[in-house]
């Protein structure tokens, strides 16, 4: 069972930028897939963006130039850059790890990105 444990999360201006962190109990490669996901709030979770063991990332259209997912190794930590944040970006962003022919995710807490216009 792996634990997975996000921060970073706060209140910026529109314009402004975070970064947050996953760090996983275990080595980032024991997951063929991790990512990151948002619940707005009264909507339902939605992808932002994911990273495979092999390093490769995919992106939701609407992060698209503004957020960058990166991973480090040695940490066991995956990233979420974001920069340009507007009010729309607002809710709870949650880690997600998924294990090669896994029927269940692992997911973290939460933290909350709050963007003031």
């Known amino acids: 069972q792996v634990q997975l444990v996000e921060s970073g999360g706060g209140l910026v201006q529109a314009g402004g930028s975070l970064r947050l962190s996953c760090a996983a109990s275990?080595?980032?490669?024991?997951?063929?897939?991790m990512g990151w996901y948002r619940q707005a709030p009264g909507k339902q979770r939605e992808l932002v963006a994911t990273?495979?063991?092999?390093?490769?990332?995919n992106y939701a259209d609407f992060v698209k130039g503004r957020f960058t997912i990166s991973r480090d190794s040695a940490r066991n930590t995956v990233y979420l850059q974001m920069n340009s944040l507007n009010p729309e970006d607002i809710g709870v962003y949650y880690c997600n790890a998924r294990r090669m022919f896994s029927r269940s995710d692992s997911w973290g807490q939460g933290t909350q990105v709050t963007v003031s216009s």
């Open positions: 275990e080595s980032i490669f024991s997951f063929s897939v």
């Open positions: 990273i495979t063991s092999g390093g490769s990332t």
